[in-house]
C-alpha cells in the first residue's frame, strides 16, 4: 500500500511538473509567439524582476517540489530494474532520500534570500 | 550483475530499451519517454547549478554565465531539451491516461486474429503525437524570430 501511494505520488508529481515547468518553459522560450513582452527572459533585470515577485517564488518552488520528486523516483526505478540486490535498493533508496532533501533545502533557499534580500 | 544475470536469463538490462524482439511504436515511444526523462534530469542538474550557485554570486557572474551559454552548441542544446520536455510530457499524459485505464476501452473477447487494447485505441496515441509535434513546431517557431 505504502509503494502505490509512493507510486500515485509520483504520477501526481508528474502533472504537477507538467503544468509549473510549462509556465516557465512558456515565460522563457515562447516570449516572441505569446508576446509576452520580455525581450530577454534570461536577463539579469528579468531574472531578478521575477525573483522579488512571492508568486514567481511560490511556482518556482513548487516546481522545485514535484520535479525532484519525479525525477528521483524515475531514475530510483530504472536503476532498480537493472538490479534485485537488496544492499542496492536500500543503497539507492537513501542516497536518494538525503541528495534530494540536500537538493531541495539549498534550491529553494536561494530564491527564497534573493527574494528577502530586496 | 553477471551472475545475477545468470538466474534471471530474461533480463535484457538497458539494452533491452533499444532492442528485445517484436518491437511496435509504443514500445518506441517508451524508449524514447526514457532517453528524454534522463536528458531532462542531465538539463537540470545543470541549470539548477547554473540558477543557484552562479545567480548567487552576482550581476556580472550571471551575465558572464548567461553569455558563456548563449554560444550556439549550448542553444542547440536548450532547443533539444524543449522537445524532450514536450515529448516526456505529454507521452506521459498518455501514460497516465492508459495506466488508469481511461484510453483502452472496454475488455473484448479474444477473437482470433487478435488485437490488443493499445492497437484497437492506437487513435489516442496518433493524437498525442501530433499534439507534440504541433508544440514542436510552435518552440522552432518563436527560436527562428529571435525568442528566448
Known sequence: MFRTRLRLLFLLSAVGTAVFLGIHMAVQHLNNVL??????????????????QSGWVVIYILLL????????????????????S?????????LFIVGGVIVFIWASYVPLALMSSR | MQAEAKHRPNLLGAGGWFWAGNYKMERYLY????????????????????????????????QMTTGFLKQPLFEVGLILVAFAFVIHAL?????????FGITLGKPKRPVYPYQDALRRKRGYTMLAIAVIVILLLVFLLN???GGG
Open chain 1, 35 to 52: 508576446a509576452t513582452g520580455e525581450l530577454d527572459p534570461t536577463s539579469w533585470a528579468s531574472t531578478i524582476g521575477r525573483a522579488t
Open chain 2, 31 to 62: 524508449t524514447l519517454h526514457r532517453v528524454t526523462g534522463l536528458g531532462i534530469l542531465l538539463f537540470g542538474i545543470f541549470h539548477l547549478i547554473e540558477t543557484t550557485f552562479f545567480r548567487r554570486q552576482g550581476e556580472s557572474v550571471w
Open chain 1, 65 to 84: 517540489v514535484f520535479a525532484l520528486y519525479h525525477a528521483l523516483y524515475g531514475l530510483r526505478g530504472i536503476i532498480l530494474e537493472l538490479t534485485t
Open chain 2, 91 to 99: 507521452n506521459g499524459l498518455r501514460l497516465i491516461l492508459q495506466e
Open chain 1, 86 to 94: 537488496e544492499k542496492a535498493l536500500r543503497a539507492v533508496n537513501w
Open chain 2, 143 to 145: 527560436r527562428l524570430v
